[in-house]
C-alpha cells in the first residue's frame, strides 16, 4: 500500500494476555519507530529500528514489550501479560532516511485492556 | 529528560483569524522541530518542519524557530473549520521524537 498499515486497528485484551501488533512501512523505508500514545497526550517514544537492527529500546516500559523487526520490512510489536495501564493507542512510524525527517505515521493500533 | 511544553488549550479563533501555536524545549542542543496535525481519532500527519532559526513559510502555514529562546511556533493564516485538530510539537533527540502534548484548535465559522 501507499502508507504506513498497522493492524489490527483495535484490540482488546484481557488482563494478563499476550498481544502482538503488526506495523507495514512504506516500502523501501529504512527507519521504523514504535510510538505509544495515552489519550489526551503526545506520543511516546518506544523503540526505533535501522532496518532490522533494534538501535534504541529506551521507550519500552518494561520488559514486558519486546518488538522485533527481523527483515527489516515489517515489524511486531509484543505486549506480554498485559496490564490496564498498558491501554493506549500504538503509533508506528516509517522514514526513508534513518533519521526523524519526514517520518509517516500508520492509522495506530487502539489497545485497551480490560 | 527531554521536555517539549504547550499549551493545551483550547483556542479558539473565528474563521479567516491567524491561529498562534507556541512551544518551547528543554535542550538547547537539538537540531530538527516538526508540526503535526492530528484529527481526533487519526494519526499524526506531518505539516511543517524547521531547521534553522527564522521563519519557513508553507502556503497558510509559517513555522518560527527561536533557538536562542528555545522557542518553536506555527502561524495558521485564514484559519478553516477544516484546521480544527490537535496541533502537535515534535521536537528530534538523537534517533527519536519527543512530543509536546499538543495544542487543540478550534476554529469558529
Known amino acids: 500500500g501507499a502508507g504506513v498499515s498497522q493492524s489490527p486497528r483495535y484490540k482488546v485484551a484481557k488482563r494478563g494476555q499476550d498481544v502482538a501488533l503488526r506495523c507495514d512501512p512504506i516500502?523501501?523505508?529504512?527507519?521504523l519507530f514504535w510510538y505509544q500514545q495515552a489519550l489526551g497526550q503526545g506520543p511516546e517514544f518506544l523503540t526505533y529500528f535501522q532496518n532490522e537492527a533494534q538501535l534504541d529500546k529506551s521507550g519500552l516500559p518494561s520488559d514486558r514489550f519486546f518488538a522485533e523487526r527481523p527483515e527489516g520490512s515489517v515489524s511486531t510489536l509484543k505486549i506480554q501479560r498485559t496490564q490496564q495501564e498498558d491501554s493506549a493507542v500504538y503509533l508506528c512510524?516509517?522514514?526513508?532516511?534513518?533519521?526523524?525527517?519526514?517520518?509517516?505515521f500508520g492509522q495506530g493500533t487502539r489497545l485497551t485492556v480490560v | 529528560q527531554k521536555e517539549v511544553e504547550q499549551n493545551s488549550g483550547p483556542l479558539s479563533v473565528p474563521e479567516g483569524a491567524i491561529a498562534s501555536l507556541n512551544c518551547t524545549y528543554s535542550d538547547r542542543g537539538s537540531q530538527s522541530f516538526f508540526w503535526y496535525r492530528q484529527y481526533s481519532g487519526k494519526s499524526p500527519e506531518l505539516i511543517m518542519s524547521i531547521y534553522s532559526n527564522g521563519d519557513k513559510e508553507d502556503g497558510r502555514f509559517t513555522a518560527q524557530l527561536n533557538k536562542a529562546s528555545q522557542y518553536v511556533s506555527l502561524l495558521i493564516r485564514d484559519s478553516q473549520p477544516s484546521d480544527s485538530a490537535t496541533y502537535l510539537c515534535?521536537?528530534?533527540?538523537?534517533?527519536?521524537?519527543?512530543f509536546g502534548a499538543g495544542t487543540i484548535l478550534r476554529v469558529k465559522s
Open positions: 512510524a516509517s522514514s526513508p532516511q534513518d533519521t526523524n525527517t519526514e517520518a509517516f
Open positions: 516500502s523501501g523505508h529504512v527507519s
Open positions: 515534535a521536537v528530534e533527540y538523537g534517533n527519536k521524537l519527543v
